[in-house]
């Protein structure tokens, strides 16, 4: 995993954001168009966003190099890596659909390719085994990015994400003889509780979704 390039490009789009201010500007001008079931404090319901986009990006090496070290733990690092390294790819070589796109907000994009990847890796996993890979709940977060980004855009993403995967673990990956002694070890205590730190991010950073009244 090569996470210390993505920290520092990270590290670079914030810094570039704090000069520009672009994403905000972006961001406010998207605050009454929201779905109304994204729900903000109305006292700072522009810099919860701010917080939330730059935590939801920041999160991703964190997460790849977590993932990473259960998975070494665990005894299925074989099967994780091909996940992570992708997800570490779609920061370090985007994809040609997100050409055009800058500093922050290509983050946000990024991150989203990211986690929505791990998201679909995790849902076919459960499908097989009846166990998540990552057991790391973004489900709510994605929908709001998804929302943030765009509807369009990001169903373009989701498409780029869906191709990948499919390429990734094809049906045969869960037909290997090896396939129980996967589901023993990702439903291991020890594997369990290496994910407590992980708790849901939408609602450690005060955003949720919910009905509208």
């Known amino acids: 995993m090569n996470t210390l390039a993505l920290r520092e490009q990270i590290r670079q789009a914030l810094a570039q954001e704090a ?16 779905h109304p079931s994204i729900q903000l404090p109305e006292s700072d319901a522009r810099g919860v966003l ?3 986009v730059s935590a939801y990006i920041e999160q991703v090496p964190d997460v790849l190099d977590a993932a990473n070290a259960v998975a070494r733990d665990a005894g299925i690092e074989a099967q994780v890596k091909p996940v992570l390294k992708l997800a570490e790819q779609f920061f370090l ?10 500093g922050l907000d ?3 994009d990024e991150a989203y390719l990211a986690h929505r990847l791990v998201e679909e890796v995790n849902d076919r996993y459960i499908t097989h ?11 709510v977060a994605n929908l709001i990015a998804h929302q943030l980004i765009g509807e369009a855009f990001a169903n373009q993403l989701d ?9 990734l673990l094809d049906e045969q990956v869960f037909q290997q003889s090896s396939v129980q002694d996967y589901r023993a070890r990702l439903s291991s205590p020890q594997t369990a509780a290496a994910w407590q730190n992980w708790p849901c991010l939408s609602r450690q950073l005060g955003v949720e979704l919910g009905l509208p009244a």
């Open 19 to 34: 000069s520009s201010g672009d994403l905000a500007r972006q961001l406010q001008s998207q605050l009454a168009h929201l």
């Open 106 to 108: 290509a983050l946000l």
């Open 50 to 52: 701010e917080r939330f």
């Open 159 to 167: 498409e780029a994400v869906h191709h990948a995967v499919d390429e």
């Open 129 to 139: 085994l009846g166990q998540p890979l990552i057991p790391l709940d973004t489900t």
């Open 93 to 102: 070589s985007p994809p040609s659909l997100m050409e055009g796109h800058q």
